[in-house]
């Protein structure tokens, strides 16, 4: 990563945990090119490191993401990547879990971001929204696609064609947030959850992932083979025997991601 994009977007590594921060507060974390390319590689680096399980993506400051930086694509910048989407990721989710950490704004593009995430954890002064019809657009990063799989459909219809913002008493009342906390404790919350994910086998947590992100979208005659062709990969995996003798060893595993 180069220097600009560091400076941009900062990833930590805690264990098997691995921290995604949109550093542009001054911005409101607002996504320009070369914040999408840093993005677009620290999901690279979880889904090839054997070493991490998860992701939490947040944002620098008071706000997680006012979606596209609109001086950037004024400019002429081509602020998403071709075949990844808004932040490298919206077409492209990493292959392990993700967890968005929402603290104030996610909004048209930011709340897409956070719909690409599998899990969202969020500030009880959180808004969310896609506004981009009371610009003259559509919300193309996902959200209209991801948004009606969230919540009822007619409720992410109404959201949508109106453009209202909706707080996070909202969100969490129609099931678009797992966990709501106090002003600032979004991070800290949102590690708790991955680390009780992490001490899953690193495998099956992808492979869960898959079939539950997948699954809707398989006929109901593919639906059995490709879960059976998953399954197979996992219950012959060296994590799997291990599981197994942990368990009757009464003790921890140690996962080898293979």
Same mark, same amino acid.
């Given at each position: 990563?180069?220097?600009?994009?560091?400076?941009?977007?900062?990833?930590t590594?805690e264990g098997?945990?691995?921290?995604?921060?949109?550093?542009?507060?001054?911005?409101?974390?607002a996504?320009?090119?070369?914040?999408?390319?840093?993005?677009?590689?620290?999901?690279?680096?979880?889904?090839?490191?054997p070493?991490l399980s998860?992701?939490?993506?947040?944002?620098?400051?008071?706000?997680?993401?006012?979606g596209?930086d609109?001086?950037?694509?004024?400019?002429?910048?081509?602020?998403?990547?071709?075949?990844? !989407?808004?932040?490298g %990721?919206?077409?492209? @989710?990493?292959?392990? $879990?993700?967890?968005? /950490?929402? &603290?104030?704004?996610?909004?048209?593009?930011?709340?897409?971001?956070?719909?690409?995430?599998?899990?969202i954890?969020?500030?009880?002064?959180a808004v969310?929204?896609?506004?981009?019809?009371?610009?003259?657009?559509?919300? !193309?990063?996902?959200? %209209?696609?991801?948004? @009606?799989?969230?919540? $009822?459909?007619?409720? /992410?219809? &109404?959201?949508?064609?109106?453009?209202?913002?909706?707080?996070?008493?909202?969100?969490?009342?129609?099931?678009?947030?797992?966990?709501?906390?106090?002003?600032?404790?979004?991070?800290?919350?949102?590690?708790?959850?991955? !680390?009780?994910?992490?001490?899953?086998?690193?495998?099956?947590l992808?492979?869960?992932?898959?079939?539950i992100?997948?699954?809707?979208?398989w006929?109901?005659?593919?639906?059995w083979?490709r879960?059976n062709?998953?399954?197979?990969?996992?219950?012959t995996?060296?994590?799997?025997r291990?599981g197994?003798?942990?368990?009757?060893?009464?003790?921890?595993?140690?996962?080898?991601?293979?």
């Open positions: 990563m180069t220097d600009a994009r560091a400076e941009k977007v900062i990833v590594r098997a945990l691995l921290i995604v921060t949109v550093n542009r507060p001054d911005r409101r974390n996504i320009d090119h070369e914040t999408s390319c840093a993005i677009a590689e620290a999901m690279d680096l979880l889904d090839d490191d070493a998860i992701g939490v993506l947040t944002g620098a400051g008071d706000h997680f993401c006012a596209m609109l001086k950037a694509f004024i400019a002429g910048e081509r602020v998403e990547l071709e075949g990844r !989407g808004l932040a %990721l919206t077409q492209t @989710p990493p292959s392990k $879990p993700l967890i968005a /950490a929402v &603290e104030g704004y996610a909004l048209a593009g930011g709340f897409e971001i956070a719909l690409a995430c599998d899990m954890v969020a500030s009880e002064t969310f929204g896609l506004p981009e019809a009371k610009r003259g657009l559509i919300a !193309g990063s996902g959200g %209209l696609v991801r948004l @009606p799989e969230r919540m $009822p459909r007619q409720i /992410a219809m &109404e959201c949508a064609l109106t453009g209202r913002m909706i707080d996070a008493a909202e969100a969490e009342r129609w099931g678009l947030v797992n966990r709501l906390c106090a002003p600032g404790a979004t991070l800290e919350t949102a590690r708790t959850l991955a !680390g009780q994910i992490a001490e899953n086998a690193p495998l099956s992808a492979a869960t992932k898959e079939i992100t997948d699954a809707a979208r006929s109901q005659d593919q639906l083979e879960q062709e998953i399954l197979e990969r996992i219950i995996s060296t994590d799997a291990e197994a003798t942990a368990f009757a060893e009464k003790r921890k595993p140690v996962w080898r991601g293979q």
